[in-house]
């Protein structure tokens, strides 16, 4: 079956996916684009830019697998774009511009119904307003026995994680510290929803784990 | 002056500093124990335990250098034992037998007096229940120049922190979850406090930060 997984997660070392104040012009919240620095040297994220270059090794390696057999994508309303509540319009198209890096079906969670986004380069937009469960089965469905990948943010991961539905996480630690936003692992005993680290490389920029569900 | 530092402290990938359900069998809780496994392989350790052998390598070096030019420790009272409340008698003397791993003036956080407690090879437990700065000041004029070492609980270094008196944290990041326990960084603003990660090194056993306070 196919795979649920979060991949190329980045987190502080204080445990925070984002920083604080997220909005339109800091979508990654105060001090959240330093998590990210391991990924953005990557020969993987060059060629995402279209440009050649970039770096080989670990860092790469995690940012490249973070791509492998992906058929869909699941991901939050915050990620998605800053708006809350309902749609004022059909002007927000996502943080991507005209041709976002998905190439697949992507479900974003929103109590807001919306009508499908189609975008350049295969990335369509379907609006889910059915829950975790429905994106869930609407994505797997149109993986089509590719695997899921699970976005962000925090929240909607966690969410994930307390019901069980996540096959395994690849989480980055990045050597910085953030003080708030979104933290990941509080009041969430990954332990007992039956996860255990099975993997743990470490480059200058990040520490990468994989968390997965073994029982 | 001398440093006030927190050494060789051991996080969980979850950021827990223990595990839960600490107790006299138990001393780091549920699954404390594999926190520290970075720590066991070292000479350093070895040569505590009056044996040869042992790792050389990035994880001894930092075990090494928690023991540098100390001068005093400082503890809270769970890390010194686990009896809770006032002392029942004076037959609980810390859990490292006769002759502790110190060699100095540790100084014990209680709210309940007792007397200096002096054990072989040079430690002397004295037991402060002026609070932490009261302890800090005796600790600075016993170490005489030297370094002071804060070791813990979680919950200790916190309230140090939230202080503002801690120098500098040498945290080593576990490969492993415990899913709950003490939660070091939670509602701990630590850039706003002044800290900032001036130090990362990893070895297959942990991720090893330094965070400074720079103002």
Chains 1, 2 share one sequence.
Request: hydrophobic content about 40%; glycine content about 14%; overall charge negative.
């Amino acid at each position: 079956m196919s795979r649920f997984e979060v991949r190329s997660f980045s987190l502080s070392l204080d445990g925070y996916g984002a920083g604080p104040d997220q909005r339109r012009d800091q979508g990654l919240g105060r001090g959240g684009e330093s998590l990210h620095e391991w990924m953005f040297a990557t020969r993987t994220w060059e060629r995402m830019q279209g440009r050649d270059g970039g770096e080989t090794g670990v860092d790469d390696d995690y940012a490249a697998r973070g791509f492998e057999n992906v058929g869909a994508w699941i991901m939050g309303r915050n990620m998605f774009g800053p708006i809350r509540g309902p749609w004022p319009d059909e002007t927000w198209k996502g943080w991507w511009g005209d041709e976002p890096p998905y190439h697949c079906p992507v479900f974003v969670l929103t109590h807001h119904a919306r009508a499908p986004l189609v975008m350049a380069g295969g990335t369509t937009f379907h609006f889910v307003t059915g829950g975790i469960e429905a994106a869930l089965a609407l994505a797997r469905e149109a993986a089509a026995g590719g695997d899921i990948r699970l976005g962000g943010g925090v929240e909607t991961i966690r969410e994930y994680l307390r019901a069980r539905l996540v096959d395994a996480l690849h989480l980055a630690i990045a050597p910085v510290l953030l003080g708030s936003g979104e933290a990941l692992f509080v009041d969430l005993d990954l332990p007992a929803l039956g996860y255990r680290c099975t993997e743990h490389a470490t480059t200058p920029k990040a520490t990468h784990v994989v968390l997965t569900r073994e029982n």
